[in-house]
């Protein structure tokens, strides 16, 4: 984490990551994310939400198609 990385609300994660507010409040429970405790109040960088949905991207598959759909 940098100093420039911004700290988000747990709202303001959920609206990003476009989920509800308790998707987020499960993964800091469970402890699948970094996030600063700032006195009561919990923030959550904004490289963790980049770097959580990039770990989970699944890349297409590049393969040989399959034979339907083709003319013999």
């Given at each position: ?6 700290l988000l609300?747990?709202?303001q994660?959920?609206?990003?990551l ?7 409040r499960?993964?800091i ?5 970094r ?5 009561k109040?919990?923030?959550i960088p904004?490289?963790v939400?980049?770097a ?6 699944v890349?297409p ?8 759909g083709?003319?013999?």
């Amino acid at each position: 984490m940098n100093t420039h990385d911004p700290l988000l609300t747990v709202d303001q994660a959920a609206e990003r990551l476009g989920t509800g507010v308790r998707f987020i409040r499960r993964l800091i429970q469970e402890r699948r994310i970094r996030y600063v405790k700032l006195g009561k109040h919990v923030r959550i960088p904004e490289s963790v939400l980049t770097a959580y949905v990039a770990e989970r991207t699944v890349e297409p598959v590049r393969g040989r198609r399959s034979g339907f759909g083709l003319v013999a």
